[in-house]
């Protein structure tokens, strides 16, 4: 059996060998755009067949680091980088570029196969996985749901309930106990608590003193942070070895999916019921309960039926796919951005004491009767007049992007602005990490916190999308991003208003994890103190 083993891998080995010297040989053909001249490239050293691959590894502990530092020294902040395989990559931090491709020539860039295929099997065919027809129908569908006023509302309700009923006493227990806990753990405790309301109609209720565990939630960051992982394969291929004989990473995915599926398919079928019942109308305010109900509506002819392909999908697999990726979307975005803000803050004693005075002042302009700390929350109004906050929090996902990178893929050759010729088939990539840390871009004090650069006489101003890209931009920018505005500034305003947070570090540096969002390795060790 063992010597069975050893001469399937070999062969594997050599397959793969072959494949590669392949892909070398045939290189020169595959890899030069029909546009003339052919505009050099700036880079990582190219080797045969490995490409980039050697660079790719020795800097794979700091590859958003290492990608800062080649695009600061690009006359166009744009490099090309070639993988095992044939792949190539422009990375970018050029704001011209990424308005090219996010706006300007968008039908030429989608998602891409390789894109679809990597997240297939987690994703399945949801808004963020999808192209073409498919996604035109979700986003039409969503757009509509989130521009309503009664889903703003259920939201701030929800953020402001989770706020009272669940962080607040966390944080006063930890507080009392004066132990050390980790503020990431917890951020992300209350996103998956407050999107799985919003999502699903479901409470997990993962937030709790008791710190209580969860198959969902448990199965649902393995799930991400392995299908994450296959993006950062240097070798691009080796992910798909693993899964055709289930083992490894691959073989946890393949468990993890099954809980999220299983759980979310239950939902969904039980929303439907309960729909049907009630005549076609939603009986809850959630996400889930309002694409039922839009889908079921002979007023929407952009039905799923008309979009998907004749493969046997149902209404549940869809609905399913849909309602997972916004939950990917929602979940460890705002607890990200918040455990980096959060980090910083602690650096920056002042401008945590000019949000505090903000918050007093929004206090101080309520009509009604006082309302004791332990209990303030605030309305959506109220939160809209924290300038200060929404610059602060600006300004920390500019540094510390809660998703680092996004990518593309062109479907036909083409030439960005800055000069740099794309072939079919390249993969482009916006590096959001970078294009906050560039000069030409924010300034010789780019490296500086300043939330002030966010403000013009006391009023917020925001910048060019294509020059910050947090939310995304261009036809695809992120559908909830007010929301995620909401749940932010709601956090911290309640937050600073009774606690300060002592960072428990020890003097070390806060590292990032390698997925698709860049959570905080190691979390945010921190001591409650009430202010």
Not at 203 to 213: E, F, K, N
Not at 309 to 318: A, P, S
Request: glycine share 8%.
């Amino acid at each position: 059996m063992k010597m069975f083993i050893t001469q399937f891998f070999l062969s594997l080995l050599l397959v793969a060998v072959g494949f590669l010297l392949l892909r070398f040989l045939t290189r020169k053909h595959a890899i030069r755009p029909s546009h003339s001249p052919y505009s050099p490239y700036e880079g990582p050293a190219v080797y045969p067949i490995v490409g980039s691959a050697l660079e790719y590894f020795k800097n794979r502990h700091r590859f958003l680091e290492w990608f800062t530092e080649l695009l600061e020294k690009s006359s166009t902040n744009t490099v090309k980088m070639e993988r095992p395989g044939g792949v190539i990559d422009i990375m970018t931090a050029n704001p011209s570029n990424v308005e090219h491709f996010l706006k300007t020539g968008f039908e030429n860039y989608p998602k891409g196969e390789r894109f679809r295929f990597t997240l297939d099997d987690f994703l399945g065919r949801g808004i963020f996985n999808a192209d073409g027809e498919l996604w035109k129908m979700q986003r039409k569908t969503a757009s509509y749901e989130f521009s309503t006023k009664s889903l703003r509302s259920f939201v701030v309700e929800t953020v402001q309930w989770e706020i009272q009923n669940r962080l607040i006493p966390v944080l006063s227990n930890a507080c009392q106990k004066g132990e050390c806990m980790d503020l990431q753990d917890v951020l992300q405790r209350f996103g998956f608590d407050n999107i799985c309301r919003v999502a699903f109609g479901v409470d997990p209720c993962y937030l709790l003193p008791s710190m209580p565990t969860s198959s969902f939630a448990q199965a649902f960051d393995d799930a991400t942070d392995i299908s994450a992982g296959r993006f950062f394969s240097a070798v691009p291929f080796w992910w798909r070895i693993k899964r055709l004989l289930n083992i490894g990473c691959e073989r946890r995915l393949r468990q993890a999916i099954r809980v999220v599926d299983e759980f979310a398919l239950h939902v969904v079928r039980s929303r439907r019921s309960e729909i049907s019942s009630n005549g076609g109308l939603p009986t809850r305010e959630d996400l889930l309960c309002r694409f039922i109900a839009s889908f079921s509506t002979n007023s929407n002819p952009a039905t799923p039926q008309n979009c998907l392909e004749d493969k046997g999908e149902g209404m549940d697999l869809f609905l399913k796919d849909m309602v997972i990726s916004f939950m990917l979307a929602g979940r460890d975005t705002t607890s990200i951005a918040l455990t980096w803000f959060f980090w910083v803050l602690h650096f920056h004693p002042a401008v945590e004491e000019a949000i505090h005075c903000e918050i007093l002042g929004v206090l101080e302009r309520r009509k009604g009767p006082a309302v004791d700390a332990e209990g303030v929350v605030f309305g959506f109004e109220e939160l809209r007049e924290m300038q200060y906050l929404h610059a602060a929090l600006c300004e920390s996902m500019r540094l510390y992007p809660p998703v680092p990178v996004d990518v593309k893929v062109a479907i036909r050759d083409d030439v960005l602005p800055d000069g740099t010729c794309v072939g079919k088939g390249w993969y482009l990539n916006y590096i959001s990490y970078s294009m906050g840390r560039m000069e030409n871009i924010w300034g010789r004090d780019c490296l500086e916190f300043k939330p002030e650069r966010w403000l013009k006489n006391g009023e917020f101003v925001g910048e060019n999308p294509y020059k910050f890209p947090i939310f995304h931009a261009g036809p695809r920018i992120c559908l909830g991003k007010d929301m995620a505005f909401i749940q932010m500034k709601s956090i911290v305003a309640s937050v600073i208003h009774r606690f300060s947070f002592q960072v428990g570090r020890g003097g070390k540096s806060a590292e990032y994890m390698v997925s698709l969002t860049m959570r905080m390795k190691g979390g945010l060790p921190v001591i409650v103190r009430l202010r």
